[in-house]
């Protein structure tokens, strides 16, 4: 049976880890240049850059759960980060719906039809969640407390649609205490947030499209304005949706 931690043990060997434990950055180096001097095309190099520097957070936050001998007690199905406010650039944005688009037909169709039943359902919710100031600190507590869902999140599975390729405020907020904690508060205490994470990401990502964009390669984002435009994941998908429905 799985120990979980007590909230003071998790501050602990939070603490440990700033201390103690050393973040190897050229891991996230080594993804850009490989994929630089690769004989892929320049929406390939895109597409995996964007996976291979998400699964790299994944990989490092591993790394450190197994220094600091932490094991997560978040599980599938339970959902509650799915209901917070997932706020990534235009520029993720669009290689995520990019990276949709190439999916198995079946799976793609099902996401569109989901998002058209989603819009609808929580329009009322939506507005009011869409006009919240995403760099208020205030804004989490508010979003949480709408009960609104990610688009992402499959109703029936309490799963995401697009696991892959989910953004990073998905993979760096972990549970490490009881499930229960999350079950009862709007904002627990003892979850873990690696977001620091965020930042060699999103720099190796950066730096990927500005060599692409400085090579003068055609690029299916508008670089760099859409790197540093921020809003509401929710937003980010109607905005898609408006732009392109006629298209699909």
Known sequence: MQKYLKHQEIINKSKTINEHYELDDELFDDVVDSLLHSELDTEEVILQGFQRLLSEVDSEIERMETFADMKPSCFKGCAFCCYFPIIISKMEAKIMFRSIEKFPEERRKEIYAHWESYYKEYEEKLNHAMSLDHTDEGTKFEYKKLNLPCPMLDPKTQACMAYEIRPIPCRTY???????????????????????????????????????????????????????????????????????????
């Open 174 to 248: 972990l549970n490490y205490s009881d499930p229960e904690v999350c079950a009862k508060n709007h904002l627990p205490k003892e979850p873990f947030s690696y977001e620091f994470l965020y930042n060699y990401y999103f720099s190796s990502l950066n730096e990927l499209l500005q060599a692409l964009y400085e090579n003068g390669e055609e690029l299916n984002v508008d670089y760099p304005s859409d790197a540093w435009s921020y809003h509401f994941l929710p937003g980010w998908i109607e905005k898609w949706r408006k732009e392109t429905w006629n298209e699909l």
